[in-house]
């Protein structure tokens, strides 16, 4: 399966797109996340802590957020928009 994935922000500037595509090995968002460090290893220490992924991480599922969705457990598909981006403030 191949995936389209939407960055923002610091993510965006780590992989010089704003837009990648990646094949996870599996169907969860889990597998997304596993596959976005495999292939920028930079993205890592932004998006993970001992724990998994950090609290102010926000993945989106065809516009609902994961945690609505069952987390990082949540299923995808093929065709699904994906779009990772941290905390927006704004003033």
Known sequence: MKLK???????????????????????KVNDIISAL??????LEPLMLNGAG???YV?????????LDQGGLQAPIK?????TVFPPVSGG
């Open 53 to 55: 992924v950090k609290p």
């Open 37 to 42: 460090i495999h292939d920028y290893p930079k």
């Open 58 to 66: 926000n993945i989106l599922i065809n516009g609902k957020s994961v």
């Open 78 to 82: 093929e065709g699904d928009e994906v």
């Open 5 to 27: 994935v939407k960055l923002f922000a610091n993510f965006r500037e780590v992989t010089k797109n704003k837009e990648v595509e990646i094949s996870p090995k599996g169907d």
